[in-house]
């Protein structure tokens, strides 16, 4: 998607910045891991098909992504520019966290169900969360990624929905409340292997629950989040992102030295 492109979070645990093309030499090295491979359910890709790839993950309008990084060194006022290749430097880039949106699998028969569809439909939310670098998993950047993240896609829906219906966004600013469910978001699910114990705990703590279904053909179990309200209440008791009514991470203007393609 293009709507984040000049977007990055801020919080006290981290920083979510858009993926950009100084950042696929760092990726691609991650993804020559064989572990890393398994657990994301990859293939390697060339340096030349990685930077296609991400170029894919800027303009395609069901996709959206950010890379993780070390948060900022002092906590940002409102109206900060961080700046491409500073903030998320190399050394300082920790992983990514994705979101597919596809049709309900209720009107994937509709022609209009490839990518986007009839004004107000439904969609799927499929999240993925990687934590490259070994030496900093357990040390809760994954729940801080994964809460920070589906909060901007909550608050920010309007917007991301109208990219993904349209190509385009019909406003910039964000949905003025977080604790309704929008009605075009039919869940989020995670799809993971079963053996991946830790993952599955992640996302059982946001609220994410097991499908009835087990596990499929390729070992994996699909987990769901249809939010009750339980979700804004663990936004709340997040020390790293705590507001008094809801999410309150600091959007900041991401300035990119590349060029916008329009």
């Not at 990859?42 to 950010?66: C, I, N, V």
């Not at 439909?121 to 589906?150: C, H, K, W, Y």
Request: charge should be negative; avoid cysteine; glycine fraction near 8%.
């Amino acid at each position: 998607m293009k709507f984040n492109a000049q977007q990055a979070i801020s919080t006290s645990k981290l920083l979510l910045v858009p993926y950009s093309a100084h950042h696929v030499p760092t990726y691609h090295a991650w993804m020559q891991d064989p572990a890393l491979q398994a657990a994301t359910a990859s293939e390697p890709l060339s340096l030349e098909e990685e930077y296609a790839m991400q170029r894919s993950w800027r303009g395609d309008r069901d996709k959206l992504t950010f890379i993780i990084t070390s948060p900022l060194e002092s906590p940002p006022n409102m109206g900060d520019a961080t700046h491409a290749g500073v903030a998320d430097a190399p050394e300082k880039m920790i992983g990514d966290i994705n979101l597919f949106l596809l049709p309900s699998e209720s009107e994937n028969d509709s022609p209009e169900s490839s990518t986007g569809g009839s004004e107000g439909s439904q969609v799927i939310g499929e999240i993925e969360i990687m934590i490259a670098r070994p030496d900093l998993r357990r040390q809760g950047f994954g729940r801080a990624a994964l809460i920070t993240f589906m909060g901007y896609l909550v608050f920010y829906w309007t917007s991301l929905y109208s990219e993904y219906n349209l190509g385009k966004p019909t406003q910039m600013w964000p949905h003025g409340k977080l604790a309704q469910m929008p009605y075009e978001l039919e869940y989020f699910r995670v799809k993971i292997h079963q053996s991946n114990t830790g993952s599955i705990r992640l996302f059982e703590g946001v609220g994410f629950q097991k499908t009835a279904e087990g596990v499929n053909y390729f070992g994996e179990v699909e987990l769901r989040w249809k939010d009750d309200g339980g979700f804004l209440r663990t936004m709340r008791q997040e020390d790293f992102i705590k507001a008094k009514d809801g999410w309150m991470a600091m959007v900041l203007k991401y300035v990119d030295k590349e060029p916008e393609e329009q």
